[in-house]
């Protein structure tokens, strides 16, 4: 195995991602700059289900990863030889859809000798705001909103998380796809939400999602929007989607928005950061806006493309796990589906 040599100007890594239906490959430069950023998504093959069918996602990473990977180096202008490490995702996602990338990049590893690092997806994700906002640097605090994941954290170091509040049961990703699917909207949910709340008003009174001891639930507000629409269809109406997509939409959105103001106080932090794919959302983007405004604190949000799934993110979390906390993973490392963020308990 070739040493990965962390005081090099420049370090190339190329990053992996396959968890869930993007198959991903990425060339990132000193862990922020983007070289090639490859998705092929898998989305409207998973559209016909209405969601994702893990035996189909499986065996479309395994037709194409290689391609995917090629084409990253292609775009990037370097090839195998320039490469100082791969990074791939190991968990958190779908066991067959992680195998894939894992076994290739244990693969190409092995063969060339290039240093190998298994990444958490969900630190990835936090990853992102580096590769457009290149003075960010920790401690600051993250939203992290994605399909699988809702938690508020502080960023200590570029590999040290504590987790201030998190979700107790679905992730409001998750709570999106599962109204969108009851209002008759196709996979995935959250962006046709979006499109259709921008043109609504929130008129229907929804519960919120802060629970007592500051953590998130979004079953209530799930079960809320499921018994409002039959209601209103018992009473042989319609329920207007568009005010239902308004309406969950700030439900779902206003509490993430509410504590992480509560937290940045409390962490006396002045740097806010949103994170995963439902950092994509309009509404969520310019609340966040708005909260900085309010507290004086900076905003990072990213780029909408690195909001979901990408392998860019995955490269710069590889490359500080290797560069600051010497990380790296062998031949031993497998798919992890129920991967947690390695955070620490507040203090
Ligand atoms: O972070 P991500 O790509 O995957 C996970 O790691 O889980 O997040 C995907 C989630 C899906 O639930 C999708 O519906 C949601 O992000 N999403 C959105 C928007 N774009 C994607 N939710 C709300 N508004 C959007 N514009
Ligand atoms: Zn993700």
Known sequence: MKNFNSAKEEIFVLGIESSCDETACAVVKNGR??????????I??????????????????????????????????????????IAVTYGAGLVGALLVGVS?????????????????????????????????????????????HTAII??????????????????????????????GYSYPGG??????????????KLPGVVVS???????GLKTAVIN?????EQRGEQVNKEDMCASFTHAAIDGLISRSGQLLLESGLKKFAVAGGVGANSYLRAEAEKLGKRLGVKVYLPQLVYCTDNAAMIAAQGYYMAKEGGEFSDLTLNACPTLKLRGKKPD
């Not at 700059?33 to 898998?42: A, G, K, P, T």
């Not at 590999?159 to 109204?179: H, M, R």
Request: hydrophobic share 40%.
């Open 33 to 42: 700059e983007v070289l090639s950023n490859v998705i092929v998504s898998q």
């Open 44 to 85: 409207d093959i998973h559209k016909l289900y209405g969601g994702v069918v893990p035996e189909i996602a499986s065996r479309n990473h395994v037709e194409a990863i290689d391609k995917v990977a090629s084409l990253a180096l292609e775009q990037s202008g370097k090839t195998l030889n320039d490469i100082d490490l």
């Open 104 to 148: 290739f990049a244990k693969g190409l590893s092995q063969a060339t000798g290039i240093p190998l690092v298994g990444v958490n997806h969900i630190e990835g994700h936090i990853c992102a705001n580096y590769l457009n906002h290149p003075e960010l640097q920790p401690p600051y605090v993250c939203l992290l909103t994605s399909g699988g």
């Open 154 to 183: 502080r960023v200590d170091g570029y590999v040290d998380y504590t987790v201030l509040a998190s979700t107790v049961d679905d992730a409001v990703g998750e709570a999106f796809d599962k109204v969108a699917r009851v209002l």
């Open 191 to 204: 962006p046709n939400i979006d499109k259709n709340a921008a043109k609504g008003k929130p008129g229907y």
């Open 213 to 219: 001891n500051g953590n998130f639930s979004y079953s």
């Open 228 to 232: 409002t629409v039959h209601n209103v």
